[in-house]
């Protein structure tokens, strides 16, 4: 205890003599961490709405408008016969102009303008949950469904959530090269200020090695001022992010979360704080690590 209570006030005054340079080893953590956390509340909420998306993906038929009972009732055969639809739901023209309405009611305006109804009547499918993974079989009968007489058009959602995924995968995956080199650089920074501050103690320590002082002693100081500023770049990171998310919640949240069908967007949860409060700080001992090495 007694150990560490003398490694917290060596490190502590350390900082405080290299202020300069620390605030802004703290800065470029938090830059890093801040961009990290930007792209976890991104993640974190997309992945929500593409959950939501992917529980709701069904597909729809749509019919012509010269489509005949004998030619619906085909159709709504081969829906049935299938083994893959939990029900199905006809929707009149009417029913889609309604919908159209309620879904885009700024655009009701210019629809209304129009001489005829534009929306066709379709046939609402639900997929029964275990099958919705298996796409070959379904995409099989939305071919099917797509020759027959009748039918106009066949929508299948999970289509384009597919394609989606793609390209979320792809812009996580240059998330991940950026964040690591910021952490690459946070780190080095970190390693640069912990060098000057041994630099200014170089006096000191070699005082310590002559008398004998255990290396855990030398070293110590150096590695906590590491994890104090990675510790103090990530809390910067979080309240930035708290911060501007408040402010844009504030101002476009509502119209966002109408925009794309969820209920509100989320902050990142309390693990998340913790795990980049974390990261910060083993960012902070890298950097002081490689510098405590090195003294011997």
Do not use: C
Not at 120 to 129: E, G, K, Q
């Amino acid at each position: 205890m007694r150990a560490f209570k003398y490694f917290v006030l060596e490190a502590a005054a350390s900082l405080w003599r290299g202020r300069r340079s620390a605030i802004l080893a703290i800065l470029t953590i938090g830059a890093g961490l801040f961009v990290l956390g930007f792209f976890l509340i991104v993640n974190t909420n997309v992945r929500r709405l593409t959950q939501r998306w992917g529980e709701s993906a069904e597909f729809a038929v749509y019919l012509r408008d010269d489509v005949t009972p004998p030619q619906l009732e085909s159709v709504q055969s081969l829906i049935d016969n299938s083994g893959l639809s939990a029900g199905r739901e006809y929707v009149t023209k009417a029913q889609a102009a309604e919908r159209f309405s309620r879904d885009f009611p700024d655009l009701d305006s210019s629809t209304g303008r129009l001489e005829r109804n534009p929306f066709p009547a379709s046939l609402d499918v639900r997929l029964r949950p275990e099958v919705r993974s298996a796409e070959e079989a379904v995409d099989s009968l939305a071919r099917t469904l797509s020759s027959q007489p009748g039918v106009s058009d066949v929508r299948y959602d999970r289509r384009w959530l597919s394609r989606l995924n793609g390209v979320i995968t792809f812009v996580r995956s240059i998330g991940v090269i950026i964040v690591s080199l910021l952490a690459l650089a946070s780190a080095l920074t970190v390693a640069n200020v912990v060098r000057l501050a041994a630099h200014t103690r170089r006096d000191e320590i070699e005082i310590m090695q002559l008398v004998g002082a255990p290396l855990t002693y030398v070293r110590g100081p150096l590695v906590l001022e590491g994890i104090m500023q990675g510790g103090a770049g990530a809390i910067v990171a979080i309240v930035s992010l708290g911060v501007l998310f408040a402010v844009a919640r504030a101002r476009y949240g509502a119209a966002v979360a109408e925009a794309i069908g969820l209920g509100s967007i989320t902050f990142l949860p309390v693990e998340l704080w913790i795990i980049l409060l974390l990261g910060g700080m083993l960012l902070g001992s890298v950097g002081g690590l490689i510098v405590a090495r090195s003294v011997r």
